[in-house]
């Protein structure tokens, strides 16, 4: 059964970053489960690898003066990758499993990135265990100096609270009993100093042997053994139904309800905590095309930009992304805190919203302009131009007011030499396109 193209488009703004009209139409021939399978399995994108010859220097000596070109990296290859879903997941575990390129240093935070884009779609478990002792995390949350007879709580707390649980999930024993678990499971030495990319080391001398009691249970738990235990044990069905709400949440709306909640996690336990299959499951749920979904989402300045990238074929460099990005308020590699962006409602402030009217009305426009981007418009008649401006950005169906709004500044532009100038920024800057 073909699927409406509102809904093909809808599906593509939040598991890709938006669909162009050729994309829309091609798809609309196939049923939606055809569609979601093809964003579940896409072709082979290749590895993350820095250009040398932009960089001039191996990876782990990229430094701050270096980062914003890391993500114009990474803005580009969400903006042009065939497997648009897997850079959609690595931008939202990189909210989950936060680290800091000033915490963690930068390198670090490079290597975690790709290690999330690697196996951000597979098990959580494992993702999990290797976030856990990666560099980044040691040092973003200080257990590379949790030890013996000097504890740092920070780990086995954020652990439970941010990564797998949720507050309210477990109790102050816990997180004593976590800690000990993961004394020992520090860092080493990794070459060269300074902003070098650090190493996981355990260390035997450095960790509690003794028993410890962690959700009720009294033994020698060591740390892995405790991300085994919240994923696989009694609290199993807290830690999927915590997992599915922020997934829930990143691509559709919040506070979603009890029974959604629980269908998802249920598929999500089912197939042995696979991220895939909670994708699956989250994209064929009718809730996730309902009019509360379309319109429960603000685009973050991430998807923003890199949707616009998409509609004008403009490079990330060009449009000096990453500076309007720390004005809308989110720069990749450099989270507010442990917890990550708020998303949503968060993103719309007057001064973010300043920012991506600046970004609209200039680069954007500009590079649109230089690419042929509406090219024609000026010969048609009102109505068939923003029709098409709107098209071509991914809004097959605007609303009435939106149509009316943009027809009116357009009617009047005409009457001014550079008639067209503001039409791709008011269609950018529309409700359909900021909550695409």
């Not at 996981?200 to 033994?219: A, Q, V």
């Not at 064929?284 to 429960?296: A, N, V």
Request: glycine share 8%.
């Amino acid at each position: 059964m073909p699927t409406s193209p509102a809904d093909v488009s809808h599906l593509l703004n939040r598991a890709a970053f938006g669909g162009t009209p050729a994309e829309v139409t091609s798809l609309s021939r196939l049923d939606l489960a055809q569609i979601v399978d093809q964003l579940l399995n896409p072709p082979q994108a290749s590895p993350h690898v820095l250009p040398n010859g932009e960089f001039g220097t191996p990876i782990f000596e990229v430094d701050f003066p270096r980062m914003p070109e890391v993500v114009h990296y990474c803005l580009n290859r969400m903006a042009g990758t065939p497997a648009p879903l897997k850079e959609k997941m690595a931008l939202f575990w990189h909210g989950h499993f936060t680290s800091h390129a000033g915490e963690s240093r930068p390198g670090n935070v490079w290597t975690l990135y790709k290690l999330l884009y690697a196996g951000g779609m597979g098990s959580f478990v494992d993702l999990t265990q290797k976030v856990a002792i990666h560099p980044a995390m040691l040092l973003w949350l200080t257990n590379h100096d949790n030890k013996l007879g000097h504890m740092n709580e920070n780990f086995g707390r954020e652990l439970m609270e941010l990564f797998t649980l949720g507050v309210d999930q477990y109790t102050q024993e816990d997180v004593v009993a976590a800690t000990r678990a993961w004394t020992g499971h520090n860092s080493g030495t990794g070459p060269p100093p300074g902003n070098g990319v650090d190493k996981y080391k355990f260390w035997p001398e450095r960790h509690d042997n003794g028993n410890k009691t962690f959700f009720g249970t009294t033994k020698n738990w060591d740390g892995p053994d405790i991300i085994n235990e919240i994923c696989t044990g009694a609290k199993k069905q807290i830690c999927a139904r915590h997992i599915a709400k922020k997934m829930w949440t990143f691509f559709a709306y919040e506070n979603p309800s009890d029974a959604l909640l629980n269908d998802l996690a249920n598929a999500f336990l089912a197939n042995g905590l696979i991220v895939k299959d909670l994708l699956r499951a989250i994209f064929l749920r009718p809730e996730f095309y309902s009019t509360q979904s379309k319109q429960g989402h603000v685009r973050s300045p991430t998807e923003f930009v890199v949707a616009i990238m998409r509609y004008t074929g403009a490079p990330a460099e060009e449009l000096k992304a990453d500076s309007f990005m720390a004005d809308m308020g989110q720069s990749l590699f450099l989270p507010p805190n442990v917890a990550g962006w708020r998303g949503k409602a968060a993103w719309v402030s007057a001064s973010a919203t300043y920012a991506r009217i600046r970004f609209s009305m200039q680069p954007a426009t500009d590079s649109a302009v230089a690419r042929g981007v509406l090219a024609g418009v000026a010969q048609m008649p009102v109505r068939d131009a923003v029709l098409k401006a709107f098209q071509t950005f991914g809004i097959p169906q605007p609303t009435a007011a939106s149509l009316a709004v943009v027809e009116k500044a357009l009617t009047e532009e005409r009457t001014r030499p550079d008639g067209h100038s503001n039409l791709l920024a008011l269609v950018t800057l529309s409700p359909e396109f900021q909550m695409g």
